[in-house]
């Protein structure tokens, strides 16, 4: 089975994956896929809380900021894995750190190809992701690509998973299949 929530930032995205990712794995294998990248304190006070959310929910923490697809060598693909989230994933890709965090033009389809084969190759995975692509401000053309290519990896997710999940001031609206708690 596998999952796509997406919505905006702090509207209870991480807490509904992980009570997914607690149903559909049993007593199985639950990883927790952290991808962010920390800059700053701000950052590892997220960490901190997301953390201290899962405690005691049986969660192994795997970190990924790039090629989810390497997973798959050090894990176990009938396990249940939270990528959290497709957004710091394709950030990480398009603009690494290594390159002086200069844009990465081909970053974007590969990341996209990675998490849908990843998603293709595991037993459950449930994928949180940024709604950052819809408002009407203007931003600068790296950032609008990055909203671009957000948005594309959304889409493609939105078709190979099962469900498809918006969460918005904590409500849930399901757009494809059905939420199994």
């Not at 949180?128 to 959304?154: H, K, Q």
Request: proline letters at 2%; one cysteine or more.
């Amino acid at each position: 089975m596998t999952y796509l929530i997406s919505g905006g930032a702090k509207n209870g995205k991480s807490t509904l994956a992980q009570n997914l990712a607690v149903a559909l794995s049993g007593g199985g294998k639950r990883y927790y896929v952290a991808t962010m990248i920390s800059s700053g304190e701000e950052d590892d006070d997220r960490i901190r809380r997301h953390i201290a959310d899962r405690a005691g929910m049986g969660f192994e923490t795997v970190e990924c900021f790039t090629n989810v697809l390497s997973l798959l060598d050090t894990t176990d693909p009938g396990g249940t894995f939270l990528v959290d989230s497709a957004t710091a994933l394709l950030q990480n890709a398009m603009f690494p750190a290594q390159n002086g965090y200069r844009l990465d033009l081909t970053a974007a389809r590969r990341c996209a190809e990675e998490l849908i084969q990843f998603a293709e190759e595991v037993t459950h995975a449930i994928f949180v992701s940024d709604y950052i692509y819809s408002d009407a401000g203007f931003y600068p053309a790296s950032t609008e690509l990055y909203r671009r290519c957000l948005a594309d990896i959304d889409r493609r997710l939105a078709a190979v998973c099962d469900t498809v999940v918006e969460v918005t001031g904590g409500i849930y609206i399901v757009h494809k299949g059905a939420l199994e708690l």
